[in-house]
T-cell receptor, first 113, second 114 residues
Framework: AQKITQTQPGMFVQEKEAVTLDCTYD???????LFWYKQPSSGEMIFLIYQGSYDQQNATEGRYSLNFQKARKSANLVISASQLGDSAMYFCAMREVGNQFYFGTGTSLTVIP | NAGVTQTPKFQVLKTGQSMTLQCAQD?????MSWYRQDPGMGLRLIHYSVGAGITDQGEVPNGYNVSRSTTEDFPLRLLSAAPSQTSVYFCASSYSRQPFYGYTFGSGTRLTVV
């Protein structure tokens, strides 16, 4: 079974609008971390946001927030007030205790002026 | 801090040639790994290391070797390059194996095998 599933290969959003990128995960461990990374066209991988499995509140970092629904095993990334510079590939990842990261296949986001 | 330094950024190899992709980090990170990124497939783990002298295979290890003689360095060796190894390669490091620590990525190496 896939550990991380991103079902949206491509997404479009109007500039200044909010967008949600979906991510579901599969684990039976009680302790795990969830991460989102951004990969612009220049190719580097940029860390955006982290959510721990024991965190009671949704993580936020500036315009990024993580909508964490533990029972549904989802960790959606919400980008508010989209900017042209948000156009990039976005990867969801999970890490279990003592294990490597599991990455999704990514969502390509295009922000339309 | 330099973070994670990968060299070279670009490389073209002929089929059958060997080469080493270099990766160095200056953050005293315990955990290091190599991924390859291919269109539509996300990042796939090649090899990883949980400390100096300790390495293990990931999802796609065939055709690659690694070693970790120091905490800082984690080179990836292509033994006999094949066109199927054309990809973008990322080195990444993490402070520990605990799930609370994220990766710091290198800038990537774009490898073409002709």
């Amino acid at each position: 079974a896939q550990k991380i599933t991103q079902t949206q290969p491509g997404m479009f959003v109007q500039e200044k609008e909010a967008v949600t990128l979906d991510c579901t995960y599969d684990t039976s461990d009680p302790s795990y971390g969830l991460f989102w990374y951004k990969q612009p066209s220049s190719g580097e991988m940029i860390f955006l946001i982290y959510q721990g499995s024991y965190d009671q509140q949704n993580a936020t970092e500036g315009r990024y927030s993580l909508n964490f629904q533990k029972a549904r095993k989802s960790a959606n990334l919400v980008i508010s007030a989209s900017q042209l510079g948000d156009s990039a590939m976005y990867f969801c990842a999970m890490r279990e205790v003592g294990n490597q990261f599991y990455f999704g296949t990514g969502t390509s986001l295009t922000v339309i002026p | 801090n330099a973070g994670v330094t990968q060299t070279p950024k670009f490389q073209v190899l002929k089929t059958g040639q060997s080469m080493t992709l270099q990766c160095a980090q200056d953050m005293n990170h315990e955990y290091m790994s190599w991924y390859r990124q291919d269109p539509g497939m996300g990042l796939r783990l090649i090899h990883y290391s949980v400390g100096a002298g300790i390495t293990d295979q990931g999802e796609v290890p065939n055709g690659y070797n690694v070693s970790r003689s120091t905490t800082e360095d984690f080179p990836l060796r292509l033994l006999s390059a094949a066109p199927s190894q054309t990809s973008v390669y990322f080195c990444a490091s993490s402070y520990s194996r605990q799930p609370f620590y994220g990766y710091t990525f290198g800038s990537g190496t774009r490898l073409t095998v002709v």
